[in-house]
């Protein structure tokens, strides 16, 4: 086994070696591949009580793992094909359960540890560019090296993931190469369409200019929260989003503001409907029906202050009316870090970052968890509520010429799922990553 994972590394590197062209010129094909592995241990903790969502007050360490292989050609004038097949296995702590605010960005609420294989990404992209102006575009994942006019107006159509488009930022965007914490790689109250495994089928809308970029998304809805199963009545069960990206120089340094606003349409249940109905065990499942919505916001910056230290800050705002469904029971949240390369020390690839957050609810999802009520991700069976506290801190260590990183990583969980009666966590992680 060990022999057939090392020729089909070495057979990766010289594919991609064969294709890869000077970035200047238009790219035909490009093949990389990932493995990000990640080991999390917490000990254990106080809490007077516990209910089927709860994390696990007792020690204990999980492991996940994902690999992944990205395939793109370019097909003709403007149009490139991406595919990506992906290996994900392992588990987050309790089973991924327990936190709003979940230490581990790898991990999906999948029910099972064994390593499945599934298609993560496969779509179609067709580009029409005008005006003189060009960027030079590098050999990446999911992106043909070549030049690309700095005006231009893009369509994607399939399956990927929306944070292929949407909602970047240059320090805290990346689970497998920066910050780890759910909170961190995406908008906390962003509700993003997506399957269990964060992949969503539908299709987005760009238009790019020299200084700011415009997006639009529209996308399928799921028949279950936190499932894979697409609902077929698109009329009534779809996604919106809405994107403007600004990028700007402050005292010649490089820096962004991203604004985001979403709409999610669908068979959702209602919070206040669900105590009404049980006010001493509501199920907001039981209140399902067609013709409900979610809307929200999120607002992401990220500034450069030298060439080797930068600092971002986000907040997210959902209604918090209708249950979750895609993302994570997060209905509020700010946070705001910084990430240090290691130039003055003599490592200018290491990087280490710090970050805080802070994630609320509404008043309707906190008076549900409050009366015993279970969303798919937390609920204690009763509530203290307090905001969610988080602190995360990591250091990356570039292992082998930028294609071998291993991580440490530090997080503080105070108010674990919102809760004061339990906590706080300790979560001491390792992440392994290769790339190439």
Excluded: C
């Amino acid at each position: 086994m060990i022999k057939s994972l090392l020729f089909t590394i070495f057979l990766l590197i010289s594919v991609d070696l064969a294709f890869a062209q000077d970035t200047v010129k238009q790219q035909r094909f490009n093949f990389h591949f990932q493995e990000t592995t990640v080991t999390q241990y917490k000990p254990a903790f106080s809490a007077p009580y516990s209910g089927q969502n709860s994390l696990i007050t007792t020690s204990e360490t999980q492991t996940s793992i994902t690999s992944a292989l990205y395939g793109g050609a370019r097909l003709w004038k403007g149009a490139e094909a991406y595919f990506n097949p992906e290996l994900s296995g392992g588990a987050g702590l309790s089973k991924t359960l327990g936190v709003a605010g979940f230490p581990n960005g790898e991990t999906f609420r999948v029910g099972a540890a064994e390593p499945k294989i599934y298609i993560a990404r496969l779509y179609l992209k067709q580009n029409f560019e005008w005006g003189t102006e060009k960027d030079t575009i590098e050999d990446d994942v999911n992106q043909l090296g070549g030049l690309k006019s700095k005006r231009y107006f893009s369509i994607a159509v399939g399956k990927f993931g929306m944070a292929d488009f949407f909602d970047g930022n240059n320090f805290s965007h990346d689970p497998r190469t920066q910050f780890m914490n759910w909170s961190l790689m995406d908008n906390g109250a962003w509700d993003y369409p997506a399957n269990t495994r964060g992949y969503v089928l539908g299709a987005t809308a760009e238009l790019g200019q020299p200084d700011w970029t415009l997006r639009f998304a529209f996308t399928m809805v799921t028949t279950e929260a936190n499932e894979s199963v697409w609902d077929s009545k698109i009329a009534k069960a779809n996604t919106q989003t809405i994107e403007f990206e600004k990028r700007y120089t402050l005292s010649g340094q490089k820096g962004t503001v991203r604004i985001l606003a979403f709409t999610n349409n669908g068979k959702f249940g209602n919070y206040r409907e669900a105590i009404n109905q049980n006010p001493t065990a509501p199920d907001v499942d039981s209140t399902q029906h067609y013709g409900r919505h979610k809307y929200g916001f999120g607002i992401s910056a990220d500034q450069y202050l030298t060439k080797d230290f930068g600092v971002f800050a986000k907040t997210s705002y959902n209604d918090g009316h209708t249950e979750t469904w895609f993302f994570t029971e997060i209905d509020r949240s700010v946070s705001l870090g910084a990430v240090l390369k290691g130039t003055s020390w003599k490592r200018s690839d290491d990087e280490l970052g710090l970050a805080f957050i802070g994630n609320g609810l509404s008043k309707d999802h906190r008076d549900y968890l409050a009366a015993g009520g279970y969303g798919f991700l937390i609920g204690d069976g009763r509530l203290n509520y307090s905001p969610e506290m988080i602190a995360e801190v990591y250091y990356k260590i570039n292992a082998y010429q930028k294609k071998f990183w291993l991580t440490p990583d530090y997080q503080f969980i105070l108010h674990p799922a919102y809760n004061a009666d339990r906590g706080p966590v300790n979560v001491f992680g390792i992440r392994v990553h290769v790339e190439f």
